[in-house]
């Protein structure tokens, strides 16, 4: 399997532009998490998906900030519009949850920058 | 509400040489505890968890880490370090039940392995 894989790898953009991040989860997972990695708040959960339906999005910073998963393969991470604060690295995780707790597969993450 | 304290942010060892990385956390109810391990520019990886069971849990990589419920620790060692061994590690919580994979990570602690 590819593992989750995260798209693009950087961006840079300018303050007040829409920025999309993308995630395809690894095959067969029913949970997919958007973490937020900053020097200053460390790792932080914005918000998980079980079988693509949003469980808790309170994580979530501000409206700005909004996330779909319109398929099991498939999810998107949008800021609208973007400021210099979200510049950090986002990483996309997924797993699988069977009758114990299972291990979350992280992504190589989208380090965004904001100018 | 749960939280994790990684006590050193970074912490530097000589190839060979014992590795502890101290790990605290609180949580209301017995937790599930994660260590983690980022590599540069990439995203993170499970070392090892403790659900419940054994104290003592084995990882990869020839790391361990020992559940003191009195001590509220989960500190990671391995015996020898090697080169290799260089990352970033993350402790991490879980609270398990409908906090299903919303995981609360710790700061985070630099391992440098010199020769």
């Known amino acids: 399997d590819a593992g989750v894989i995260q798209s693009p790898r950087h961006e840079v953009t300018e303050m007040g532009q829409e920025v999309t991040l993308r995630c395809k989860p690894i095959s067969g997972h029913d949970y997919l998490f958007w973490y937020r990695q900053t020097m200053m708040r460390g790792l932080e959960l914005l918000i998980y998906?079980?079988?693509?339906?949003?469980?808790?999005d309170s994580g979530m910073p501000e409206d700005r900030f909004s996330a779909k998963m319109p398929n099991a393969s498939f999810s998107t991470l949008k800021i609208q519009p973007s400021e210099p604060r979200d510049s950090a690295v986002y990483f996309c995780a997924s797993s699988l949850k069977r009758t114990g707790v299972e291990k979350l597969f992280f992504g190589s993450g989208t380090q965004l920058s904001v100018l | 509400a749960q939280s994790v304290t990684q006590l050193g942010s970074h912490v530097s060892v000589s190839e060979g040489a014992l590795v502890l990385l101290r790990c605290n956390y609180s949580?209301?109810?017995?937790?599930?505890l994660f260590w983690y391990v980022q590599y540069p520019n990439q995203g993170l990886q499970l070392l090892l968890k403790?659900?419940?069971?054994?104290?003592l849990v084995k990882g990869i990589n020839g790391f361990e880490a020992e559940f003191k419920k009195s001590e509220t620790s989960f500190h990671l060692t391995k015996p020898s370090a090697h080169m290799s061994d260089a990352a970033e590690y993350f402790c991490?919580?879980?609270?398990?039940?409908?906090?299903?994979?919303?995981?609360?990570f710790g700061q985070g602690t630099i391992l440098t392995v010199h020769p």
């Open positions: 949580s209301s109810v017995p937790p599930y």
């Open positions: 998906f079980n079988n693509n339906v949003p469980i808790d």
């Open positions: 403790y659900t419940t069971g054994a104290t």
């Open positions: 991490a919580v879980e609270k398990g039940g409908t906090s299903y994979g919303k995981l609360t």
